[in-house]
């Protein structure tokens, strides 16, 4: 309460820091109060400020990623709603005020400054720089490097402070991990370790990541193409699980069934467990896999024969609809 009672003042807010602490310790919610950013109208009573930091209104700048998030909107093919990306879910996050008096970072400040060409300015790191560098596309060059998890960032700042706070917390937590110091087994840069991880979250259950990584990892050994149906939606407005022959015709920076090796940025923000899978993948010798049954259930071979199997078996189930691939997986 010393601490909050002396920001109030120093911004503004409050007179007194001695009427603040002793309205503070009045009020029993003040223990739940969590590190972040408030608004608080300045020039307020200790007591009403106090009131106004505990409510549930006051907490801005607080942003939730999930997993296997993108930095862009996207639609359902078959019911036509909106996936929110991470730049929509900023702008959400970066309201202060109500009504007439509000002010928010829109989706579209958030998208031009993301495609800066300054990318110290966006936080980006070292290990990441050349990757963004090579993205062809500067609209999606900061995919991946917001994390998933839980952020604060200040909503009074510039859209590229933003994000520049928020791809810079995220690198720290990425490192957090050990990813600069894996490779070894994998041969990936930590660059292209968080590009394979954002596509082990988006082709895998939790349980099966540390397979899904070795896949992989086995594939690009035998410079044999990944076919991830996920890198085939990437690029498109309007997803679906299963992908089009023409969808996986186009050829993209992303498109693996139109490439060899990982796309050119990650396709998501990966989860901590997907990025530690990629680093230290399971040991195995499989190149493919597949999704059997409505329980999830996905089984992993080495044996293209097996596989094709496992396809047709996928196909009985009602999982995998027969006219359209198994992502090639």
């Given at each position: 309460?010393?601490?909050?009672?002396?920001?109030?003042?120093?911004?503004?807010?409050?007179?007194?820091?001695?009427?603040?602490?002793?309205?503070?310790?009045?009020?029993?919610?003040?223990?739940?109060?969590?590190?972040g950013?408030?608004?608080?109208?300045?020039?307020?009573?200790?007591?009403?400020?106090?009131?106004?930091?505990?409510?549930?209104?006051?907490?801005?700048?607080?942003?939730?990623?999930?997993?296997?998030?993108?930095?862009?909107?996207?639609?359902?093919?078959?019911?036509?709603?909106?996936?929110?990306?991470?730049?929509?879910?900023?702008?959400?996050?970066?309201?202060?005020?109500?009504?007439?008096?509000?002010?928010?970072?829109?989706?579209?400040?958030?998208?031009?400054?993301?495609?800066s060409?300054?990318?110290?300015?966006?936080?980006?790191?070292?290990?990441?720089?050349?990757?963004?560098?090579?993205?062809?596309?500067?609209?999606?060059?900061?995919?991946?490097?917001?994390?998933?998890?839980?952020?604060?960032?200040?909503?009074?700042?510039t859209?590229?402070?933003?994000?520049?706070?928020?791809?810079?917390?995220?690198?720290?937590?990425?490192?957090?991990?050990?990813?600069?110091?894996?490779?070894?087994?994998?041969?990936?840069?930590?660059?292209?370790?968080?590009v394979?991880?954002?596509?082990?979250?988006?082709?895998?259950?939790?349980?099966?990541?540390?397979?899904?990584?070795?896949?992989?990892?086995?594939?690009?050994r035998?410079?044999?193409?990944?076919?991830?149906?996920?890198?085939?939606?990437?690029?498109?407005?309007?997803?679906?699980?299963?992908?089009?022959?023409?969808?996986?015709?186009?050829?993209?920076?992303?498109?693996?069934?139109?490439?060899?090796?990982?796309?050119?940025?990650?396709?998501?923000?990966?989860?901590?467990?997907?990025?530690?899978?990629?680093?230290?993948?399971?040991?195995?010798?499989?190149?493919?896999?597949?999704?059997?049954?409505?329980?999830?259930?996905?089984l992993?071979t080495?044996?293209?024969?097996?596989?094709?199997?496992?396809?047709?078996?996928?196909?009985?189930?009602?999982?995998?609809?027969?006219?359209?691939?198994?992502?090639?997986?």
């Amino acid at each position: 309460s010393t601490q909050i009672a002396a920001t109030m003042h120093d911004k503004g807010v409050v007179a007194s820091t001695g009427a603040f602490i002793e309205a503070a310790v009045r009020n029993s919610n003040m223990n739940s109060v969590q590190p972040g950013f408030y608004a608080i109208a300045s020039r307020s009573p200790a007591a009403q400020a106090v009131a106004a930091l505990v409510g549930k209104d006051s907490r801005v700048g607080n942003l939730v990623v999930s997993e296997g998030r993108l930095l862009h909107d996207q639609h359902d093919m078959s019911t036509g709603g909106r996936y929110d990306g991470i730049y929509r879910k900023i702008a959400e996050a970066s309201c202060v005020g109500t009504g007439a008096n509000q002010k928010c970072v829109t989706y579209e400040q958030l998208d031009a400054a993301g495609a800066s060409l300054d990318l110290a300015s966006l936080g980006v790191p070292a290990w990441a720089m050349q990757g963004v560098k090579d993205c062809p596309d500067r609209a999606r060059q900061l995919e991946g490097l917001i994390a998933a998890g839980t952020w604060d960032f200040d909503p009074s700042g510039t859209p590229e402070q933003i994000l520049r706070q928020l791809v810079s917390a995220s690198a720290k937590s990425y490192e957090s991990t050990g990813l600069l110091q894996s490779g070894a087994d994998t041969k990936l840069t930590p660059y292209e370790t968080l590009v394979a991880a954002s596509l082990v979250e988006r082709e895998a259950k939790p349980q099966d990541m540390g397979k899904v990584a070795r896949v992989i990892v086995n594939r690009l050994r035998v410079d044999q193409m990944l076919q991830f149906d996920s890198t085939v939606n990437y690029t498109l407005d309007r997803t679906e699980v299963a992908t089009t022959d023409a969808d996986r015709a186009q050829e993209t920076a992303w498109n693996t069934y139109a490439m060899q090796g990982l796309p050119k940025t990650p396709i998501a923000a990966p989860s901590l467990n997907a990025l530690r899978a990629m680093e230290n993948p399971e040991v195995g010798p499989w190149l493919y896999f597949v999704t059997v049954d409505k329980q999830g259930t996905t089984l992993f071979t080495d044996d293209y024969q097996e596989h094709l199997r496992l396809i047709a078996r996928a196909q009985r189930s009602g999982i995998l609809d027969s006219s359209k691939d198994s992502g090639g997986r």
